[in-house]
């Protein structure tokens, strides 16, 4: 019966007088524990950080580096036509026209190939984003009409790399 008693008062799963609360040393030691780790963790953060950061920016470098790779190596084949043009032993006037044409056409296509398209704007309203005017002249044409290309200009996708050099309508007063 005594054995009864002491099953009685003190049931499965009951605290026992050292369960109830760690020493203030444990509690330490489980803290720091878990600080090294939190700090652990931080540094192995930190370092990844740190090599993705370089990661990209040797990725840009290379970016801008090589960005024209691909333009360069299209245009392999238009310095290839020119040098063969000047190789020849007796060209003909008409041989090196032929030939120069061939060798627009295929500077043409790569540029086609890249975006890269002229600005000819004869006959078309002014417009100072595509178009520097070098003079205003008079003309039968309405005012800011381009009268006269001098040089084209070229557009990559969206953007002016060089305006047209225009000659512009003054347009009668």
């Given at each position: 019966?005594?054995?009864?008693?002491?099953?009685?008062?003190?049931?499965?799963?009951?605290?026992?007088?050292?369960?109830?609360?760690?020493?203030?040393e444990?509690?330490?030691?489980?803290?720091?524990?878990?600080?090294?780790?939190?700090?652990?963790?931080?540094?192995?953060?930190?370092?990844?950080?740190?090599?993705?950061?370089?990661?990209?920016a040797?990725?840009?470098?290379?970016?801008?580096?090589?960005?024209?790779?691909?333009?360069?190596?299209?245009?392999?084949?238009?310095?290839?036509?020119?040098?063969?043009?000047?190789?020849?032993?007796?060209p003909?006037?008409?041989?090196?026209?032929?030939?120069?044409?061939?060798?627009?056409?295929?500077?043409?296509?790569?540029?086609?190939?890249?975006?890269?398209h002229?600005?000819?704007?004869?006959?078309?309203?002014?417009?100072?984003?595509?178009?520097?005017?070098?003079?205003?002249?008079?003309s039968?044409?309405?005012?800011?009409?381009?009268?006269?290309?001098?040089?084209?200009?070229?557009?990559?996708?969206?953007?002016?790399?060089?305006?047209?050099?225009?000659?512009?309508?003054?347009?009668?007063?």
């Amino acid at each position: 019966m005594q054995d009864e008693l002491n099953t009685e008062s003190s049931p499965a799963g009951a605290q026992t007088g050292k369960d109830i609360m760690p020493s203030p040393e444990e509690l330490l030691k489980a803290a720091e524990l878990q600080a090294a780790e939190h700090h652990d963790a931080w540094l192995r953060a930190k370092a990844e950080t740190e090599n993705m950061r370089r990661r990209a920016a040797d990725d840009v470098d290379k970016a801008r580096k090589f960005a024209v790779e691909n333009f360069a190596a299209e245009l392999l084949t238009v310095k290839d036509s020119l040098e063969a043009a000047l190789k020849a032993e007796s060209p003909s006037v008409e041989n090196m026209k032929d030939g120069v044409e061939l060798t627009l056409k295929q500077l043409v296509a790569v540029f086609g190939k890249f975006n890269l398209h002229d600005i000819d704007p004869m006959g078309e309203k002014f417009d100072p984003h595509l178009h520097q005017a070098i003079q205003v002249v008079e003309s039968e044409q309405p005012a800011n009409t381009v009268v006269t290309v001098l040089q084209k200009g070229y557009r990559l996708h969206e953007r002016t790399l060089r305006p047209a050099l225009v000659m512009v309508a003054k347009g009668s007063d």
